[in-house]
């Protein structure tokens, strides 16, 4: 950790890969530390059912805040469209909860609960509902095509998703 | 024409209105005893005008609207101010004056607040905080930067000369005037945005500028205004302080009150559960309660109407009953867009009036040149500024539009009327500049932003129902960016949204909510339901039509279609059970009928269920308790889960038959698979008991479609039709077989039924718990190139020779057949198919049943393994496709 803090080309080379100035890189591993305890990586993530590591190192960590890099201006068409892709795929990893590269009715059936468990009034039951609605939805939509389906979904959506609230990310 | 037209309308009404207040003025002579008849006109007059003039100015309206062609080009405003300008000319020309022109008080204070309302209240309120501080830099820097340049600038052509002396004005009062004009007039913005229909980013900024201004515009002008009135020798340094802190008052105060009145809305409505019939009235009155109070405190009155509608509508939608919700939302929109007409009309009159105004070119000019160019000046700069902090920039076309998009309108126009002409010698020049300012604004720029947006490619706002997914995903992503700012560190606008959310859930919402409605009360929930409910409602509507737009639209039997749609529920009733029709169907072997008979089953099955609940829903949508209410609405709720997987399963069906449905955008990465696997299902169908014309026009049409899809889609589409075609006379004599075959008439009735077996169909695999049948629907989701994948499955399938689950492999085997794999073994599946599929009409109908009583899950369940079926059986490699259709033949036979 000492070694990517100290040595400014490894700070360049986080910035080439994730596309950080060194002040955001600078800041974000002051906030790395903070949340690592001073430890080259955080660990005690809370450990998902498959695939996910229970630790991660700074690298890591860039790699995932970089996802929520607002789209700069100077980007052309192509690389506009690279970092969307990059962004949904980031977001379909994260519906996909064990990372077979599709999104199954029970995976976003969890993830409709967890976001209906702030209200306790609403069973499990209309999750399941709703899940089974907006996957019934996604299906007509895409016409039985499964695996990208997420995808496809979020590429419809996310220009808004872009315009609206691209991540708004510390600078 | 139009306009004579319009102007003729008018005559009688001038003429009517100008008669009678001559009369009163002489009754010189006494009253003649009893009069038969008495002429009251002087007692109604008041009403009667403000009635009559609605009335004109509604059928101006519709008018206006005869012609498409008019209207896309013109905006109504425009039209409105016109037939004003002709109104008062004739009212000019018969009374001699200038009348029923726009009183400032009348404006201010019933023709401006609905209009607020109207905006504040269905506000997108999420749409707006998040442009929140653009809107607000906008509207106070903005307005203040226009304000000052403007006046400065006027007062600087002045002092060069270029303003003719006749206009006595100092600094302030050109800076009076230059608040007054600067504001953007938020009806202005909306007449004319409305019809633009930009992006809603676009839209909310200058639409949330027009609006919040207002604070900025009432301070500015009452700061001069009082400036003016004291003499400028006097103003002291304190009043410039106090101007400025009054401006925090004004804004602050008004925001408040709103706030204030919107809370108290709210709770009102909270317990308004007996007496449901004054909840519109509720609504409206405590929003004009807000109005009335923040002006009367002189504090800035459309801030308060706004922030009361944007405070309020959560709590009061979730509180007030279903039918209240749309009476407040027609009421609002059809006093706003009233009052909007008037107030064009009124302002086209007023400007007929030469004795209030008095003209100067150079002021003229000079005025509207001015605020063009600083209105564009000052979104350049901020924008600029702007756009340092804006995660997604606004660009140069946004700013265009911005700038251009900037309307003055009658609130500058009532203002300027406000001013007083002994302390403001120059009144009626500034009436004349702003009249011309507004006329300008509206119509010149009111007119060209149209062709300006489509020429510079603006964003359009597309319009699109709410999607659940799109629900879904963006409470997730409100999610994810709330952690992730957490993770970083920085508190941000989502972090700061996030914690309001959760105060608002957790006291807010107890507060003000019913307690029923705060329990369930749950945005994507809500949207879930309302969809639902729409669904439903379209499909009542429809009399159950949804699923026969699958069949009925089928391309060979256009003429019958009426007649099949009308005589369902009868045949329903008349026949009683599939044994009819399948009598008829076997007289007629290989008719059209056949497959009008299967078209009939299909809506049979379907709609099982609906000709009841059709009935019941419109006999007792008045009389009905609220409890049977309720209970019905649940029950529209279940059974629109169900017709929500038909319809879905008809998209599909449809592909090959109609283009009535909506394919909805697809991606051009659909399997080409499906569509083709279920072009040949279809056509299978109609091949084997149709001529060949039908197939023609099912190509035809396919390919027609297609032309949106890719050229690769096309092809295979293509492919699939072939195969088809080939297939023809096996099918054909397949149908004979089956024909003569038969033993238990109703099978006939299903080979066309896919989507009755679809309904049941395999998906169960996963869970298992409900009958298990191998559907074509399966087949049609494999793909063309697992077609080896498939041929292995269907000869496990022979090898099992499980009866009940042969309809399915022969239709499925059809695709292959080209191919040359499998012919032999299709017609000895013939006979067993009918048992098999015969069973679904039963179980289906249980099903229906089953549902409302409510038992909600267990359909829920059922409609959603299609999806999971799919998804499994797209992407399974040929092998394990095999092992699992195995598996489904297994079920199917136990079954």
Redesign the interface.
Known sequence: MGAAHSASEEVRELEGKTGFSSDQIEQLHRRFKQLSGDQPTIRNLRKGPSGLADEINFEDFLTIMSYFRPIDTTMDEEQVELSRKEKLRFLFHMYDSDSDGRITLEEYRNVVEELLSGNPHIEKESARSIADGAMMEAASVCMGQMIWQGIDIETKMHVRFLNMETMALCH | MLRAALSLLALPLAGAAEEPTQKPESPGEPPPGLELFRWQWHEVEAPYLVALWILVASLAKIVFHLSRKVTSLVPESCLLILLGLVLGGIVLAVAKKAEYQLEPGTFFLFLLPPIVLDSGYFMPSR?FF?NLGAILTYAVVGTLWNAFTTGAALWGLQQAGLVAPRVQAGLLDFLLFGSLISAVDPVAVLAVFEEVHVNE?LFIIVFGESLLNDAVTVVLYKVCNSFVEMGSANVQATDYLKGVASLFVVSLGGAAVGLVFAFLLALTTRFTKRVRIIEPLLVFLLAYAAYLTAEMASLSAILAVTMCGLGCKKYVEANISHKSRTTVKYTMKTLASCAETVIFMLLGISAVDSSKWAWDSGLVLGTLIFILFFRALGVVLQTWVLNQFR???LDKIDQVVMSYGGLRGAVAFALVILLDRTKVPAKDYFVATTIVVVFFTVIVQGLTIKPLVKWLKVKRSEHHKP????E??????????AA??D????H???YWRDRWEQFD?KYLSQLLMRRSA?????Q??DV?YR??IRDAISFVDQGGHVLSSTGLTLPSMPSRNSVAETSVTNLLRESGSGACLDLQVIDTVRSGRDREDAVMHHLLCGGLYKPRRRYKASCSRHFISEDAQERQDKEVFQQN?KR??E??KS??HN?CFTKSKP?????G???DG??NAEATNGKHRGLGFQDTAAVILTVESEEEEEESDSSETEKEDDEGIIFVARATSEVLQEGKVSGSLEVCPSPRIIPPSPTCAEKELPWKSGQGDLAVYVSSETT??VPVDMQTGWNQSISSLESLASPPCNQAPILTCLPPHPRGTEEPQVPLHLPSDPRSSFAFPPSLAKAGRSRSESS??LP??Q??Q???G??DH??LSPGTATSHWCIQFNRGSRL
């Open positions: 749409l998040d980013t995660l997604v920039p999607t659940l997914n799109q879904l995903h963006e409470h997730t992503f409100d999610h994810i960016l992730v700012e993770v970083v560190g920085h941000g606008y989502h859930k705060y329990r369930i009360r749950d994507i929930w879930y969809l639902n889960m929500r997987l319809s879905f998209t599909k592909i394919r909805p955008r697809k991606t990465r659909r399997k499906v569509a049609k989701i909600a899950d829920q369940q409609e959603l299609p999806l999971m799919h998804k797209t992407h």
